[in-house]
């Protein structure tokens, strides 16, 4: 085949698969240092360690909401975090049988010439990081390229350079037995519409797979996340009847059958907004070769935090209002969900302009 | 959406997945000239123009045989032939439940510079021959890209001329109302195994959909119709089952959902070969969200034209012979094929050509 099939193959395929597990999904909780300050400081937290580490303990010991997760991603120090029992949060998922993810990029750089275009880093010594992670226990890996819509945007450099990349990772994951999640995230931002979020996504996915074979990288062994396709951030919402149909023509347009499952990112969608996006996906009788789930970040964990305060005594209610989310997401994988656990904070929009990880 | 809407969108797509309907398949009737008097003088029949259409008005008029097919594909001529009886065969199709489609490729000629590799022609004016066919009754159409597998091929020039050759082709079909069958044939010519054929398979088919998607091609409205994935014509054969596994799974890294059907083409197969393969394949237990079927010229035709031998006395046997591959085939769609089809003579004959000409 054009595939590589190294003498992680197998392991790959099946962890792809289970992590395509109908009713079941990915928590995003992987923001980087950076970025998870700026989620503490929202709340008038500290962002130092044993805060990060207490805000995941939260999230990783919330009574039954591991249930609905198929994989946790993780940014490199809450990989070699523990409770504070002393529990290694791997061993928390892994006994919880959900798989634990590492986020492996290096954030992005601007591309000179274009138009505040970027392209995204991390291939210095990819190769040993991604070991030392299968070592600790990750057996996934997530790589997140980001494209913008322009008027001249996205330029065939910025899609061929983002292509390339993720493919690039993808087949160095692979051949250190980590899951590649290939994540070419096509900005909401902007006055377009929704067909010109189709027809921008269709090419990048288009590019995107082109990109994979020429790497011989076995999609069997992949996920893909992508974009919903909306209409952009500076117009009116649409019915996510809507939303379901271009995302799942694009999708059905571009996405190889052998791909097992697509765990979508939730942008800057509120916490309802996703979750009613992807059961109306789910919904959606037409023929989809692959699951329809979630790798969601700020719409599972925004209501959770807020609830939470930074306080201990909030703890118990904070994981209800996660578990909440957790629950509504699963039915939503498999087009079940009756709306309605939407809080007033799980309908906030969370949408930043520009959003850099 | 990336593709061109054309005004014949929703046409194109019904189209498309109709000639997909599980239970039937393509006849290849669209042998040019030269290619159709090798056959005829194979039987020791003259190439005129008569007994062109006597073989076409054959095959055509066979009792229960249109209930198996979704679509015929004609040659120029053909499309404007009718039976002695006066009715052109466009009405015999229509009126028999059949799409009528058009080859409108010009062949290949060689690219400079390679050991022998190809690239099709026919698109000066293409337009306009496709605005024609379909006033004439076509509704969908056929060309054919050649690649062939060497030490070094086929080269990236290949893969790219063709690909591209292929959507433009698709293109200007959709803008005219004809669904294009999109055909990258990997010849089998050569003592590669199956795993060789499999990879340059993917690579192929890989460049073919980047090219479809670059020039606006709309997926929903188009057909697939590939070589199946064996090991070369000089290296032993093997079990049907195998060449399922390994062309499916060629197909689901490669072949969005979007196109409706996969529609085979036979290569150098026996009769009996192409249609165990096939049959292998619908039985396969994996996810195929395309409906996979046949487009055959000879794997369809090899023992109606031996039973025919040109003789009118002939006609009965030759079209119950044309019938037995019809229904075969149409149980290998469904995967219900029992290998026990009543075998004419040379149904079992390979009818590999060496570096095959159209």
Same mark, same amino acid.
Request: proline content about 4%.
């Given at each position: 085949m054009?595939?590589?099939?190294?003498?992680?193959?197998?392991? !790959?395929?099946? +962890?792809?698969?289970y992590?395509?597990?109908?009713g079941?999904?990915?928590?995003?909780?992987d923001?980087?240092?950076?970025?998870?300050g700026?989620?503490l400081?929202?709340?008038?937290?500290?962002n130092?360690?044993?805060?990060?580490?207490a805000?995941?303990?939260l999230l990783?010991?919330?009574?039954?909401?591991?249930?609905?997760?198929?994989?946790?991603?993780l940014?490199?120090e809450? !990989?070699?975090q523990?409770?504070?029992d002393?529990k290694p949060?791997?061993?928390v998922?892994?006994?919880?049988n959900v798989?634990?993810?590492v986020k492996?990029?290096?954030g992005?750089?601007?591309?000179?010439?274009? +138009?505040?275009?970027?392209?995204?880093?991390?291939?210095?010594? !990819?190769?040993?990081?991604c070991q030392?992670?299968?070592k600790?226990g990750?057996?996934?890996?997530?790589?997140r390229?980001?494209?913008k819509?322009?008027?001249?945007?996205?330029?065939?450099?910025?899609i061929?350079?983002?292509?390339?990349?993720?493919?690039?990772?993808?087949?160095?994951?692979?051949?250190?037995g980590l899951?590649?999640?290939?994540? @070419?995230?096509?900005?909401?931002?902007?006055?377009h519409?929704?067909?010109?979020?189709?027809?921008?996504?269709?090419?990048?996915?288009?590019?995107?797979?082109?990109?994979?074979?020429?790497?011989?990288?076995?999609?069997?062994?992949?996920?893909?996340? @992508?974009n919903?396709?909306?209409?952009?951030s500076d +117009?009116?919402k649409?019915?996510?009847?809507?939303?379901?149909?271009?995302t799942?023509?694009?999708?059905?347009?571009?996405?190889p @059958?052998?791909? @097992?499952g697509?765990?979508?990112?939730?942008?800057?969608?509120?916490?309802?907004?996703?979750t009613?996006n992807?059961?109306?996906m789910?919904k959606?009788?037409?023929?989809?070769?692959?699951?329809?789930?979630?790798s969601?970040?700020?719409?599972?964990?925004?209501?959770?935090?807020?609830?939470?305060?930074?306080?201990k005594?909030n703890?118990?209610?904070?994981?209800?209002?996660?578990?909440s989310?957790?629950?509504a +997401?699963?039915e939503?994988?498999?087009?079940?969900?009756?709306g309605?656990s939407?809080?007033?904070?799980?309908?906030?929009?969370l949408?930043v302009k520009?959003?850099?990880? | 959406?990336?593709?061109f809407?054309?005004?014949?969108?929703?046409?194109?797509a019904?189209?498309?997945a109709?000639?997909?309907?599980p239970?039937k398949?393509?006849?290849?009737?669209?042998?040019?000239?030269?290619?159709?008097? =090798?056959?005829?003088?194979?039987?020791?029949?003259?190439?005129?123009?008569?007994?062109?259409?006597?073989?076409?008005?054959? #095959?055509?008029?066979?009792?229960?045989?249109l %209930?198996? #097919?979704s679509?015929?594909?004609l040659?120029?001529?053909?499309?404007y032939q009718?039976t002695a009886a006066?009715?052109?065969?466009?009405?015999v199709?229509?009126?028999?439940?059949?799409?009528?489609g058009?080859?409108v490729?010009?062949?290949?000629?060689?690219?400079?510079?390679?050991?022998?590799?190809?690239?099709t022609?026919g698109?000066d004016?293409?337009a306009?021959?496709?605005?024609?066919?379909y006033?004439?009754?076509?509704r969908?159409a056929?060309?054919?890209?050649?690649?062939?597998?060497g030490?070094?091929e086929?080269?990236?020039?290949a893969? %790219?001329?063709?690909?591209?050759?292929?959507?433009?082709?698709?293109?200007?079909?959709?803008?005219?109302g #004809?669904?294009?069958?999109?055909e990258?044939?990997?010849l089998?010519?050569g003592?590669?195994?199956?795993k =060789?054929?499999?990879?340059?398979?993917?690579?192929?088919?890989?460049?073919?959909?980047?090219?479809?998607n670059?020039?606006?091609?709309? #997926?929903?409205?188009?057909l697939?119709k590939?070589?199946?994935?064996?090991?070369?014509?000089?290296s032993?054969?093997v079990?049907?089952?195998?060449?399922a596994?390994?062309?499916?799974?060629?197909?689901?890294r490669?072949?969005?959902?979007?196109?409706?059907?996969?529609?085979?083409?036979?290569?150098? %197969?026996?009769e009996?070969?192409?249609t165990l393969?096939?049959?292998?394949?619908?039985k396969l237990q994996?996810?195929?969200p395309?409906?996979l079927?046949?487009?055959?010229g000879r794997?369809?035709q090899?023992?109606?034209l031996?039973?025919?031998?040109?003789?009118?006395e002939?006609?009965?046997?030759?079209?119950?012979?044309?019938?037995v591959r019809?229904?075969a085939n149409?149980?290998?769609?469904l995967?219900?094929?029992?290998g026990d089809?009543k075998?004419?003579?040379?149904a079992?004959?390979?009818?590999?050509?060496?570096?095959? =000409?159209?």
């Open positions: 054009s595939a590589f099939v190294g003498k992680y193959a197998e392991e !790959l395929i099946k +962890n792809a698969k992590i395509a597990t109908p079941k999904g990915i928590l995003a909780a923001e980087s240092t950076g970025t998870i700026k989620r400081s929202s709340i008038s937290v500290e130092i360690e044993s805060n990060r580490q805000l995941r303990q990783f010991t919330s009574p039954n909401a591991l249930s609905y997760l198929s994989g946790v991603i940014f490199e809450t !990989l070699y523990k409770t504070s002393g949060f791997v061993e998922l892994e006994e919880n798989i634990p993810g492996v990029d290096k992005t750089v601007e591309i000179a010439g274009t +138009n505040g275009e970027t392209t995204t880093q991390g291939f210095d010594s !990819l190769g040993a990081r030392q992670y299968y600790a990750a057996r996934f890996a997530k790589w390229s980001v494209l819509i322009g008027p001249n945007d996205p330029s065939e450099l910025s061929q350079q983002n292509a390339q990349g993720l493919a690039r990772y993808a087949i160095i994951c692979q051949e250190n899951v590649p999640i290939v994540e @070419p995230e096509v900005l909401t931002d902007g006055p519409d929704i067909q010109k979020c189709a027809a921008v996504t269709e090419t990048v996915l288009a590019a995107v797979y082109k990109a994979l074979n020429e790497h011989h990288v076995l999609l069997e062994g992949t996920l893909l996340k @992508p919903m396709v909306t209409p952009g +117009n009116p649409v019915a996510p009847e809507l939303v379901a149909q271009y799942v023509t694009a999708l059905r347009r571009t996405v @059958p052998a791909v @097992p697509i765990v979508f990112l939730s942008g800057g969608q509120s916490e309802e907004e996703a009613l992807l059961d109306a789910n959606l009788q037409v023929l989809k070769p692959w699951t329809l789930s979630f969601f970040g700020r719409a599972l964990q925004q209501s959770t935090l807020k609830t939470w305060g930074g306080k005594e703890v118990g209610k904070a994981q209800e209002a996660f578990l989310r957790c629950k +997401n699963s939503a994988t498999l087009g079940k969900y009756g309605g939407a809080g007033g904070l799980a309908s906030e929009s949408f520009g959003y850099k990880y | 959406m990336s593709c809407i054309s005004k014949y969108a929703d046409e194109l019904k189209n498309a109709y000639i997909g309907t239970g398949g393509i006849l290849a009737a669209d042998e040019s000239t030269g290619t159709i008097g =090798k056959r005829l003088s194979s039987i020791n029949v003259e190439n005129i123009e008569e007994n062109r259409r006597a073989l076409r008005e054959l #095959l055509f008029t066979a009792p229960g045989v %209930q198996y #097919l679509g015929v594909i040659f120029e001529e053909t499309l009718k006066g009715k052109p065969f466009v009405d199709l229509k009126e028999g439940g059949v799409l009528p058009i080859k490729d010009k062949g290949t000629v060689e690219l400079n510079g390679t050991n022998g590799e190809t690239f022609q698109l004016g293409l306009q021959r496709c605005q024609k066919y006033e004439a009754g076509a969908f056929k060309w054919r890209a050649v690649l062939k597998i030490a070094n086929p080269t990236e020039l893969i %790219q001329e063709n690909a591209n050759g292929l959507a433009m082709y698709a293109a200007i079909c959709q803008q005219c #004809l669904v294009p069958i999109v990258p044939e990997i089998v010519d003592s590669h195994d199956i =060789k054929c499999a990879d340059v398979t993917e690579r192929v088919l890989a460049a073919c959909y980047k090219a479809l670059d020039h606006h091609v709309m #997926l929903e409205g188009t697939l590939p070589n199946m994935v064996t090991p070369g014509s000089e032993p054969k079990a049907p089952e195998v060449i596994e390994y062309t499916v799974r060629a197909l689901q490669t072949v969005p959902a979007a196109v409706p059907a996969i529609v085979f083409l036979s290569g150098g %197969q026996s009996e070969e192409a393969n096939l049959n292998a394949m619908n994996t996810k195929k395309w409906s079927s046949f487009s055959f794997a369809l090899q023992s109606t031996k039973a025919w031998g040109g003789k009118e002939n006609l009965k046997k030759a079209q119950d012979a044309l019938l019809c229904k149409s149980e290998a769609t995967g219900t094929y029992k089809a075998l004419g003579e040379g079992a004959e390979s009818l590999h050509v060496s570096n095959y =000409k159209y």
